[in-house]
């Protein structure tokens, strides 16, 4: 067996695991993402692509490697963080992190270049894929709950016992895991994936809700959402934005995943699983559909690219066209032959409308390998640009020096 393919089954052993808690067979959970997948050919080889089991060392990383355009730079923030997932800054400088399958933890990144720690302030936690900081809490969200640590960052060594926000997602263990994110209405915003790749999702599913912060007031604001993996909102409207993952086992170039635009909340439907990129209506659900009954991408960001954290540019360390523009981690295809990953930024006009989007870091593909594989992106305080990289459970820091 190669090491890349099974690192992907030491993953889902561990997923398997977690799913035995909620009463779902592990052949089942195993076998979930190949439903659909051709019986021969070149995609019966494809598999879903897994974080290595240990960090690499830091002297290993592809930081090196990696292009940014003129004026910019990359450097390593920090390694030997197995897994690195989502991130959030809280008000004292810390650098929150959470992971996903391998590593089930989220960290406390700490201390200036050269002398970062790495702090791990929850463990043993199925799949804490979802961070958010406010008010002086961590908020964690899990498959089932939302959790809250009040405090945490004066008790980075002892962090207090959790404050349960919020229990009663569902239990799917598919696309099961969430981001967080509090909107200008002072709401916590968090997608519920699909519990397949291609069904009829039910009322729990599918969809993007919202809630007050003591969890309270749970409301739809969107509809027809496969599995988000990253939102934002948008500094100038206070809109939500959000990527979205769309189908697998189509083909090769199809469907395209999106960038979604919220302007009318709780009144949208984004279009899963009856259409798909706003261009092809799904053979199995589409019969009697159209793609013009449900909202458009606002931008399409290509085939099975998995495009998961995102957020808008709001400092002004970066030249002017990248003020309000949008930073997002497109992770890369596992179920298409040929490989891509990068950080792409999508430039938007006055009427906040897409008007191009181009790749922004790249070289996490080397001879059609990963060498990386970027997850999210986070703003610093001082305009500085964070990307977290499951595949080799490390931080890298983008800056503008100048041409």
Not at 60 to 75: C, D, H, I, Y
Not at 245 to 263: A, G, K, T
Not at 335 to 347: E, G, H, L, S, Y
Not at 360 to 369: A, H, I, P, S
Request: hydrophobic residues 40%.
């Amino acid at each position: 067996m190669s090491l890349p393919r099974a690192v992907g089954r030491i993953a889902f052993v561990l997923a398997a695991a977690l799913a035995a808690s909620d009463g779902v067979a592990a052949d089942k959970l195993e076998d979930f993402w190949a439903i659909g997948r051709p019986n021969s050919g070149p995609a019966i080889k494809l598999a879903p692509v897994s974080a290595f089991p240990v960090p690499t060392p830091a002297d290993q990383l592809p930081t090196a490697r990696l292009k940014v355009p003129p004026g910019f730079k990359v450097e390593t923030f920090a390694s030997d963080i197995l897994d690195a997932r989502m991130m959030r800054e809280g008000d004292k400088g810390t650098l929150f992190v959470s992971s996903l399958f391998v590593a089930n933890k989220v960290y406390a990144v700490t201390g200036p270049a050269g002398r970062r720690e790495v702090k791990v302030v929850l463990d043993d936690t199925p799949l804490p894929n979802g961070v958010e900081f406010r008010d002086g809490a961590l908020y964690v969200a899990t498959p089932k709950q939302i959790l809250r640590f009040d405090g945490v960052e004066d008790r980075l060594d002892s962090p207090p016992k959790p404050v349960v926000v919020y229990d009663r997602f569902p239990s799917a263990s598919q696309h099961g895991w969430k981001v967080l994110r509090f909107g200008p209405d002072g709401k916590l915003y968090v997608p519920v994936g699909a519990p397949c790749n291609i069904c009829e999702p039910d009322k729990d599913h599918a969809r993007i809700f919202r809630m007050n912060a003591d969890g309270t007031g749970l409301e739809t604001v969107a509809w027809g959402v496969r599995n988000s993996v990253g939102l934002d909102f948008d500094p100038r409207t206070g809109d939500l934005w959000f990527t979205d993952n769309q189908r697998d086992w189509v083909s090769e170039d199809m469907p395209l995943d999106e960038l979604n635009h919220v302007s009318k909340p709780g009144r949208e439907n984004f279009g899963f699983p009856y259409c798909h990129s706003g261009l092809m209506t799904d053979p199995e659900f589409g019969w009697g559909r159209s793609c013009d009954d449900f909202v458009k991408p606002a931008a399409l960001l290509g085939a099975h690219s998995a495009p998961l954290g995102m957020r808008f540019y709001d400092k002004t360390m970066f030249p002017e066209p990248y003020r309000g523009a949008i930073f997002i981690a497109r992770h890369g295809p596992w179920n298409r032959t040929v490989k891509d990953a990068d950080v792409a930024v999508a430039f938007l006009n006055d009427r906040r409308e897409v008007v191009s989007v181009e790749p922004f870091l790249t070289g996490f593909v080397q001879d059609n390998e990963y060498v990386g594989r970027p997850v999210d992106v986070h703003v610093m305080k001082d305009g500085s640009l964070l990307v977290s990289d499951d595949h080799n459970g490390a931080i890298y820091r983008v800056s503008y020096v100048g041409p």
